[in-house]
């Protein structure tokens, strides 16, 4: 991996904890999502200031016993997933304040 | 089945509220003949009153939120309340004549990310809309509004309620919606006042009506299938839920009052004075509800429709009992197949039971009331045999 990644929870989404999974729904055609239990961590994580190799390194690693490089490659491919269906933002710099619609408005 | 109904079955496996209708006032600027609540203030919830139980809900679970009136839109605080509940990530739905929405407030709102809008519109023509809100001016407003909430790429849904006002104008009003980019329901029942008044369900339309509404194709998508005589419930029906009411959706009065559904007003606890989730998860009156199956009921169990019928279980405890048939789920269910309910031939049974020796035997009687009666007669025979 060459350059770290920044995510955060897309603004404006629905999202709620059922069980062991996530559910979203993305504003734009109300698309329903399920994030599973990994995608879960990952989403819950997913401040924008936090890289996305820590968040797998503290979240994931720590969970799961996984290699970390596996690890960091399989929650890429996983958030450029969910960043197509514009419920992930990625970013190569540290992605502030982008997790409330009502802060986004009013910025 | 959908995603969004895989949901539901897990929330109620879980005993998730995952559902939350929410009315933030009982106010209006509208005052349509047809309405069931009572428009005075007895004391609406505070902002921070609301928040706190939008915190409460989001622990709890529930993911999507209906916020609703009244007309939400006289809120001072609306769009403080509603910024707090996309801030907790639910999914909001928004009930609104949205008469006070101009391009202003529709860019918020797809800036908040609400899901979509509900309107009211009564008809395509601004004449009988606005006899009907009783607000000259009503539908122009309206209907720009709903221009609005589209050209920002909002999902708009127009609701229209049958009555006697309007029911030739909703192939128009349908019509409309389709020309605007919105979706269109119809609500074929007008509900008893929330206190039990039941002098506005005489602004419902006759079955005849009924009748010819659940045959339009332009409505029902397969007639066929719709009108098809029921089969009777099999032991998976009799074990089945009434509906969703107080099993993963519920109901927060702008008063703080706990019902199961906005249209079941069984008070099941207070949320000023109890915790929105011990009222989920303790309430007896909540647990009552929960314990009724298909086979519970006296005579929906007994009846031919019962495995298919739309019997609302609020509509019953406005009849007098929970556990009894909802008369109107009745007659939709008799205008839909031509077979009449248990509680119909009961109804029936009584009147004629009821009715004093006639002196004259002979009697002009409409043409079409004694068709529909002779056609009632064949349908309890093949029923019978």
Known sequence: ?107 | MSLMQEMGERALRLGVPFSVHLDLTYRCNEQCVHCYLDHDDHGEMTTGEIKHLLKEMADAGAFVLTLSGGEIFLRKDFFEILEYARDLTFCIRLKTNAVLIRETQAARLRDLGVESIQVSIYSHRAEVHDAITKVPGSFRRSINAIRFLRSQGLKVVMANVLMTQNMRDYQGTHALADELGAKFTLDPTVTPMMDGDRNILNLNVSEYELHDAFRDETLIEDVPEFCAPPSAPDKDSMDSLPCSAGHTSCYISPYGEFYPCVQFPLSCGNVRERSFIDIWRHSEQLKEVRSIRLRDLSSCSQCAHGGSCSRCPGLAFLEGNMRGPSTQDCEKSFARTGIPSVNLLSKKQKKDQASPPRLVQIQLVPAITGRRLAEMGDAVAAVAS
């Open chain 1, 1 to 107: 991996m060459s350059k770290k990644l920044y995510v955060a929870r897309c603004p404006r989404i629905a999202a709620r904890k059922l069980g062991e999974e996530t559910l979203v729904m993305a504003a734009q055609g109300s698309t329903l999502f399920t994030l599973n239990p990994t995608a879960t961590i990952l989403w819950q994580a997913a401040d924008g200031v936090t890289a996305l190799g820590d968040i797998v390194e503290r979240h994931i690693c720590s969970e799961f016993e996984v290699n970390l490089e596996e690890a960091i490659r399989d929650a890429e491919a996983m958030a450029q997933d969910l960043a197509r269906h514009g419920i992930l933002v990625i970013s190569e710099e540290p992605i502030a304040s982008r997790n409330s619609p009502a802060q986004e408005q009013r910025r």
